[in-house]
């Protein structure tokens, strides 16, 4: 948003202090119009007041409900740690770090993430970021909190289908992790780390998922262990920036207690990751919290404190996909109403079942891509009224990325619901 004032020198104060409060003005209601509205679209505005001969110009991000948000701090350190993991050049004098870049096998690690990354931008994330603005897909306010079960590590395309979103909570079965110290490391087993972290890339660079038995065994190891290696490989090459890593653990009402990464949590206490991060303009604070957790009914209702810790985000907005149909199983019926509880819900046929999201009197329902088959693995979650609809009530046109298990097929489908 640009402010216009005309003024003369008797009014600079008066006008100065006017633009300001019009700037909030405008800012708050631009602001509140996006909380109200998915319209992503909207052309920014501009005001001109006239006080005199001379021009004033005030430049305001409409987004921003204020004109100068402080900056957020960010770990320089840690940072710099996480862009070693991503392959990019550090951003201060490190030593070590520096003395780690400048090995041979790091350089080809460089090598490998700057090229298949460049292919992940290109096939993957740029087609989903123009796909989901030209046909209104997703929550695009800014206190959106991103629902993902059967997850993995995967914030890359929570961010991709919910980049505004201000807090993430994803679910797996994959161990946690915790930030490499490459202090403790040798030589060999530095190798070893960025050998592995380029293993477990191979099918999220590829087929856009990852397989939950293969990241059983590329998250075992000593010092790749766990998500939260993968998770800021993709913060950082995504624009965002490392504020703080941290565990948590949950107590019985679903209130979070946040700790160090390696320190203790009370005997059987749920535990999680608390990641937070920025993007580049360092106004915006977000957090990913990762729980390794069983989801299944059994083993949920033991914990229910982890249901109302999730249940206690406002604005709830739920992403599937390579779920394996996990959530068709009558015994994963907590997960279904979570996300049947969400506002918005982004899916691939291996969510929740299609027909929890076809009653038009709860959800307003639209689907887009082709679905014709599945995979021989899940052919016993074959849905034939999803089939029947995609032709009769969607688009049934190819989308521009893979997303999903027939993705490798040329083929997929997207299900967007609203809840009405």
């Known amino acids: 948003m640009t402010i216009k004032i005309k003024q003369t020198t008797h009014f600079k104060t008066l ?28 052309p920014e505005k501009s005001a001109e007041i006239n006080t005199g001969e001379d021009t004033l110009q005030i430049d305001v991000d409409p987004t921003s409900s204020m004109i100068n948000r402080p900056t957020i701090e960010v770990d320089p350190y840690l940072n710099d740690v996480a862009r070693v993991i991503s392959g990019l050049p550090i951003e201060s004098n490190d030593s070590l770090l520096k003395s780690i870049q400048a090995t041979d096998y790091y350089k080809a690690y460089k090598k490998y993430t700057e090229e298949t990354f460049a292919k992940v931008k290109k096939d993957m994330l740029e087609p989903v970021a123009k796909w989901t603005a030209e046909n209104n897909v997703g929550d695009h306010r800014k206190n959106v909190t991103c629902f993902y079960p059967f997850s993995g590590p995967d914030f890359m395309f929570a961010n991709a289908f919910y980049p505004r979103a201000q807090n993430y909570i994803l679910l797996g079965l994959e161990r946690r992790g915790s930030t490499p110290n490459f202090k403790k490391m040798t030589e060999n087993d530095r190798k070893n780390y960025f050998a592995g972290l380029k293993k477990s890339m191979k099918y999220i660079n590829t087929r856009g998922y990852f397989v939950t038995s293969h990241m059983g065994s590329d998250y075992s190891k000593a010092h790749l262990n766990g998500i939260t290696h993968m998770a800021l490989y993709m913060m950082m090459h995504t624009g965002h920036k490392i504020v703080k890593v941290e565990d948590g653990w949950l107590s019985k009402d679903g209130k979070l207690t946040r700790i160090d990464e390696h320190a203790k949590s009370p005997d059987g206490a749920v535990r999680l990751k608390c990641i937070d991060f920025t993007d580049a303009t360092q106004k915006d604070l977000k957090t990913l919290y990762f729980f390794n957790h069983n989801i299944q009914d059994d083993k949920v209702t ?4 982890m249901v109302k810790f999730i249940e206690s985000f406002p604005n709830r907005a739920a992403y599937l996909k390579a779920a ?54 899940l052919s016993w979650c074959l849905q034939r009224d999803l089939k029947k609809d995609v032709v009769e009530k969607g688009n049934n046109a190819d989308l521009p990325f893979k997303i999903s298990y027939n993705g490798n097929y040329g083929k997929g489908v997207i299900i967007f619901a609203k809840k009405k």
């Open 324 to 377: 394996q149909c996990a959530a068709f199983n009558p015994d994963f019926k907590v997960v279904r109403d979570l996300v049947t509880g969400s506002g918005t819900i982004i899916q691939d046929d291996s969510g929740i079942p299609y027909k929890l999201l076809k009653d038009t009197t709860k959800f307003d329902t639209k689907l887009y891509g082709t679905y014709t088959t599945v995979i021989s693995d």
């Open 15 to 42: 006008a100065i202090a006017s633009a300001v409060a019009i700037a909030f003005g405008f800012s708050a209601c631009s602001s509140e119009a996006k909380e109200n509205s998915n319209d992503s679209k909207n």
């Open 302 to 305: 033991e914990h229910m404190e």
